[in-house]
């Protein structure tokens, strides 16, 4: 048995994902793109390497997609410190 075929597995949603996207729009809108490479590659790296150095977050999402919401202070601080030590790292060293 597959599960990935029995169960519709779209309703799991990481919402560590969701706060790193929302960081992540949140800062790069505020460099210019002169500044920083916003490419497909470069964004996926900073999305990586982001979300593995946070704590996932799972949960099963019944109402399609509510807005998440970051619990603490700590967490979100957590965030923003690993999205913006990430674009430093990536837009300094870009895989390309
Ligand atoms: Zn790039």
């Known amino acids: 048995m597959a599960i990935k075929d029995k169960y ?25 793109d002169d500044d920083i490479c916003k490419c497909q590659d470069c964004v996926l790296d900073m999305i990586c390497l982001s979300l593995n150095q946070l704590d996932p977050r799972y949960r099963v999402s019944l109402m399609g997609t509510l807005y998440a919401k970051v619990e603490s202070k700590e967490l979100e601080d957590k965030i923003t410190r690993t999205v913006t030590d990430v674009l430093m790292k990536v837009s300094q060293n870009p895989g390309h």
């Open 8 to 32: 519709d597995l779209e309703e799991l949603r990481n919402e560590t994902e969701e706060f790193v996207f929302q960081e992540l729009e949140k800062q790069l809108d505020g460099i210019s």
